[in-house]
């Protein structure tokens, strides 16, 4: 079963634009965090927040966790071309033997 | 360099076949995922170990067979019982439980 939900499924905005993604998910969790994904390749880390933490911050990337509303967004600013990518949020759960749970990803396009 | 290196990049299979996926770490991490990935989906856990000699089954493990007989290895086998393997696989390890992961580049899986 998939933990996170993702919202949008895409987006597609221009060069300079911010963009906003969403991640709500089921149970509860130790962190989250955020991932990319550039086409047929492997994903890399970008951001960990923990359970209890509101917000992160890490050059042009946002994060913040809501855990009483179970989601969390990514904010990246100032969005360049090489930012396109998908991002997917997982959840981290260690009292099930140290889970990570993907969601379905947000497919991003910043044209130029 | 360090890192972590999925092999090989792509595999053919035919019907009835068992194929393994080769992942490699040299991270000294402890814990290691496997995940599928189908086209325009997010990526569901197979199988994932904490530890050398143990292993849990994720959401999808029907079909699939791992071990963990060294920190540094973590192979998977799509057996015959998979009835739709042709995928993306991709691994991962992480230090620690379900904290940041590091993932290969990804083998392509197709059923010829």
């Known amino acids: 079963s998939q933990q996170g939900e993702e919202d949008p499924q895409a987006l597609s905005i221009q060069e300079g634009e911010n963009a906003t993604m969403n991640c709500s998910y089921k149970?509860?969790?130790?962190?989250l965090q955020w991932y990319r994904q550039n086409s047929g390749r492997g994903l890399v880390h970008l951001i960990l927040?923990?359970?209890?933490?509101r917000e992160k911050h890490s050059g042009r990337l946002r994060v913040t966790l809501d855990t009483s509303k179970k989601s969390s967004s990514l904010l990246i600013t100032a969005s360049r071309a090489a930012d396109t990518a998908s991002y997917f949020c997982?959840?981290?759960?260690?009292?099930?033997?140290?889970?990570?749970?993907f969601g379905q990803g947000t497919e991003l396009s910043v044209k130029p | 360099d360090g890192g972590i290196t999925q092999s090989p990049k792509y595999l053919f299979r035919k019907e009835g076949q068992n194929v393994t996926l080769s992942c490699e770490q040299n991270l000294n991490h402890d814990a290691m995922y496997w995940y599928r990935q189908d086209p325009g989906q997010g990526l569901r856990l197979i199988y994932y170990?904490?530890?050398?000699?143990?292993?849990q089954k994720g959401d999808i493990a029907e079909g699939y067979s791992v071990s963990r007989e060294k920190k540094e290895s973590f192979p998977l086998t799509v057996t015959s019982a998979q009835k739709n393997p042709t995928a993306f696989y991709l691994c991962?390890?992480?230090?620690?439980?379900?904290?940041?992961?590091?993932f290969g580049q990804g083998t392509r899986l197709t059923v010829v």
């Open positions: 149970t509860s969790i130790n962190n």
């Open positions: 991962a390890s992480s230090m620690g439980s379900a904290t940041e992961a590091f």
């Open positions: 927040i923990r359970s209890n933490e």
């Open positions: 170990s904490q530890i050398v000699n143990d292993f």
């Open positions: 997982a959840t981290g759960i260690y009292n099930q033997g140290g889970k990570l749970i």
